[in-house]
């Protein structure tokens, strides 16, 4: 029987995942750190544009502007090919439901690559905060308010949000993997991140980046608001990734060809 074209997109999600489970702890790591690194360019451009711009959240061309270039970070993972936990909860589960890989493997994965992008946007962070203020593009008042409008809302919301995050990010998974050109792909992450961004929708590995920027050079966001956007953000990831993602494209694949 011909195979569909959905389920030649499924066969290659479940080969992409099958690599990365069984690839060495120590490559997937450092590949983590790198997308942790790479990502955080996103939060810096926002935080640029938020000086330069004579407007502020709330205005629609500036909002334009801070969703477009949210993206920026997300286009270098992707088409650098870096680790992203938020690609793996949709990634790498599939290959368990299909029975090829066990939870155990998912965990180490998962676990591998999500220490890896935290690590890497801590990293970024302190090069940012301490370096590009004194380029005169950035302010301290611009990172602060970056992490304060994901920080400011109550705590069912961000885990809520979170799931929509996730499910966005996993669908654009699949989507990446359907498209062949390298236009169309940057095309689809661009359009799907900054949908994530101009709805301020808390992505646990961006917003990593965008909360400690806050953290880091003002009172007003603690630690405590930074480990409660970290925890909610990630699970609401994960969720919304694996479950309306992973799962339900899985079976409505591998049903529909039954």
């Given amino acids: ?22 690839r060495e702890w120590s490559g997937i790591l450092l590949s983590g750190v790198s997308a942790g690194l790479d990502i955080g360019f996103g939060p810096l451009m926002m935080a640029v544009v938020l000086t330069l711009s004579q407007g502020g959240f709330g205005d629609l061309t ?11 970070g997300f286009i270098f993972v992707i088409l650098g090919r870096s680790e992203l936990f938020t690609e793996h909860t949709t990634l790498a589960v599939i290959p368990v439901l299909d029975r090829q890989a066990s939870v155990r493997q998912l965990t180490r994965l998962w676990g591998l690559v999500y220490v890896g992008n935290i690590a890497g946007g801590v990293l970024f962070t302190l090069l940012a ?11 301290p008042e611009a990172f602060e ?15 809520v949000a979170g799931i929509f995050a996730g499910w966005l990010m996993g669908l654009l998974a699949w989507l990446i993997t359907a498209a062949q050109e390298t236009t169309s792909r940057i095309f689809l992450i661009w359009i799907v991140t900054a949908t994530i961004g101009i709805l301020h929708l808390p992505h646990s590995i961006a917003g990593n980046v965008e909360v400690l920027f806050g953290l880091v050079v003002s009172p007003a966001i603690s630690p405590l608001d930074y480990l409660t956007f970290l925890l909610l ?25 039954n």
């Fill in 1 to 22: 029987m011909e195979q569909t074209p959905t389920r030649d997109v499924l066969d290659s999600l479940i080969e992409n995942g099958l690599h990365e489970i069984n």
């Fill in 62 to 72: 500036t909002e334009l502007l801070l969703a477009s270039v949210y993206s920026v």
């Fill in 129 to 139: 905060v301490i370096l590009m203020p004194g380029l005169g593009v950035v302010s």
């Fill in 145 to 159: 308010a970056i992490a304060h409008k994901l920080v400011s809302h109550e705590i069912q919301w961000l885990f």
């Fill in 233 to 257: 953000a990630t699970l609401g990831n994960a969720f919304g990734g694996a479950i309306f993602v992973g799962a339900l494209k899985y079976g409505h694949v591998v049903r529909g060809a």
